[in-house]
């Protein structure tokens, strides 16, 4: 019997569960660590993509097939170098029976509960071809249905979870069973109270990890990736870009809101609740240790790290209504909340007011639509412009430190500030920029904060 009072959650990304070898790396990081006793996989890697294309693309019947097929390949592979089991081969093509029903379903492209259902098989198939890699390597391990336990309400696509239920759920039935296996679930989706299969939204592997660490009073969490912990930026950007051993829930919450790819932003949420700390590592070089975000850093700096969101809007309402005015920007929001728009920094003026929306490819813009700028234009002038990215430095007290935003605007003062924010919080001062300098404000920023620094 193992012992379940100090837990551990472990979760894997896509590449991490790539393809055989990579599942081997990651089940051999859950068996070292007597502690985990919950893992979470996401889908292999590509099978997500190809199930969003099926979900979203109007496609023929022989371009259906080739993308099943596609998918079929993917985790046939798995299966065949596991030695193709009997029972495990059974269950998945039972699951590939289901996909290729929903693939070719008439209605796919139209009803958000059949593209969630849809949706959730690349984690259903992962599960089960991860639980028998575990299980051959001599440890007990099976597939358990996380939507037994992760309620949410029936918003498909993005399903909020109902903390209480999950907890109660969790305890239920999900606890009883670590005792006797390592319980592999899926991440990102869930179910509501009649039973119908949701989803978080895209990247939502991280936060079902968090919400079970924390139903079931885990003491850590553990999101594996294909990067070596959280960076003082993105890698990709610059060279120069450095792992970091400690974040604060604060920092890591600011960074994964404003851009930060590494961490899902609700993820933070059930995490500081219950005070369970996270790490953030690489499946592919776990000896290289990685992240720790703990409540509390030992060293808490000015600058911690920068982030990047692309794709973003700005949309400017001006009237001279507004001057010594009561209740226009409440009309505002009203409008704005009503048609789901999520809103980011906001900047007023005595007759103006701005803010931001997220624009990732066939989102706010398409929500931003004729109906919103119309409601919107019967209050007054509407301004929107798009191509700007998102530019955020992260840390602590910069509100109050001395010359804190002033060595940031002296490395950018080459380049254009559309719109300058500091956060309602110490942690973040954010800017708009043009998507075109966008990796060079990172990395003048980057070479003044932590590079010169460092020397």
């Known amino acids: 019997?193992?012992?379940?009072?100090?837990?551990?959650?472990?979760?894997?990304?896509g590449t991490s569960v790539a393809n055989y070898q990579a599942m081997c790396?990651?089940?051999?990081?859950?068996?070292?660590?007597?502690?985990?006793?919950?893992?979470?996989?996401?889908?292999?890697?590509?099978?997500?993509?190809?199930?969003v294309e099926l979900s979203q693309t109007p496609l023929n019947k022989d371009q259906i097939a080739t993308v099943v097929e596609n998918i079929r390949q993917i985790q046939y592979s798995?299966?065949?170098?596991?030695?193709?089991?009997?029972?495990?081969?059974?269950?998945?093509?039972?699951?590939?029976?289901?996909?290729?029903?929903?693939?070719?379903?008439?209605e796919i492209l139209h009803r958000t509960d059949l593209k969630d259902e849809l949706l959730s098989l690349g984690e259903r198939m992962s599960s089960l071809l991860f639980a028998e890699v575990v299980s051959q390597m001599g440890t007990p391990a099976e597939k358990f249905d996380v939507r037994k336990v992760l309620r949410t309400d029936s918003e498909f696509s993005k399903g909020a979870p109902q903390i209480a239920e999950i907890k109660t759920l969790s305890q239920q039935l999900l606890l009883p069973e670590l005792s006797r296996a390592i319980q592999v679930v899926q991440g990102f989706i869930g179910a509501d109270e009649q039973g119908n299969t949701t989803t978080l939204g895209r990247g939502g592997s991280d936060f079902t990890a968090a919400l079970l660490a924390e139903a079931l009073d885990a003491q850590t969490c553990e999101i594996w990736t294909d990067v070596i912990g959280v960076y003082t930026t993105d890698p990709r950007i610059t060279d120069k870009a450095r792992?970091?051993?400690?974040?604060?829930?604060?920092?890591?919450?600011?960074?994964?809101?404003?851009?930060a790819k590494v961490l899902h932003p609700a993820t933070m949420e059930p995490a500081l609740r219950q005070d369970i700390k996270v790490f953030v590592g690489s499946s592919?070089?776990?000896?290289?240790?990685?992240?720790?975000?703990?409540?509390?850093?030992?060293?808490?700096?000015?600058?911690?790290?920068?982030?990047?969101?692309?794709?973003?809007?700005?949309?400017?309402?001006?009237?001279?209504?507004?001057?010594?005015?009561?209740?226009?920007?409440?009309?505002?929001?009203?409008?704005?909340?009503?048609?789901?728009?999520s809103v980011d920094l906001v900047t007023t003026s005595e007759i103006s007011v701005s803010f931001t929306l997220d624009n990732p490819p066939n989102s706010a813009v398409?929500?931003?639509?004729?109906?919103?700028?119309?409601?919107?234009?019967?209050?007054?002038?509407?301004?929107?412009?798009?191509?700007?990215?998102?530019?955020t430095v992260v840390g602590n007290k910069m509100h109050s430190g001395a010359g804190v935003s002033s060595k940031i605007f002296d490395a950018v003062?080459?380049?254009?500030?559309?719109?300058?924010?500091?956060?309602?919080?110490?942690?973040?001062?954010?800017?708009?920029?043009?998507?075109?300098?966008?990796?060079?404000?990172?990395?003048?920023?980057?070479?003044?904060?932590?590079?010169?620094?460092?020397?």
């Open 25 to 51: 790396n990651c089940a051999k990081i859950v068996i070292n660590n007597p502690a985990t006793r919950v893992v979470v996989v996401s889908a292999s890697a590509g099978v997500t993509n190809y199930l």
């Open 366 to 391: 398409q929500k931003l639509n004729s109906k919103v700028l119309e409601e919107l234009r019967a209050l007054c002038e509407v301004v929107v412009e798009e191509n700007f990215d998102l530019v």
């Open 1 to 13: 019997m193992a012992d379940v009072s100090q837990l551990n959650v472990a979760k894997f990304g």
């Open 243 to 259: 792992p970091l051993p400690e974040l604060s829930f604060e920092e890591a919450a600011e960074m994964a809101t404003f851009g």
């Open 413 to 455: 003062s080459a380049y254009n500030l559309r719109m300058i924010c500091f956060g309602a919080n110490p942690h973040n001062l954010s800017f708009l920029v043009s998507d075109k300098d966008s990796t060079d404000v990172v990395k003048v920023l980057h070479q003044k904060l932590f590079e010169e620094q460092a020397a």
């Open 284 to 341: 592919k070089e776990p000896e290289k240790g990685g992240t720790w975000i703990v409540r509390n850093c030992d060293h808490e700096p000015h600058y911690r790290a920068i982030t990047r969101r692309k794709d973003q809007v700005m949309v400017t309402l001006k009237t001279p209504k507004m001057l010594h005015a009561q209740g226009f920007l409440q009309t505002v929001f009203t409008i704005i909340a009503k048609h789901k728009l």
């Open 78 to 106: 798995i299966l065949n170098d596991l030695g193709k089991p009997a029972e495990v081969a059974y269950k998945l093509e039972a699951l590939l029976h289901i996909l290729e029903q929903l693939a070719y379903h008439e």
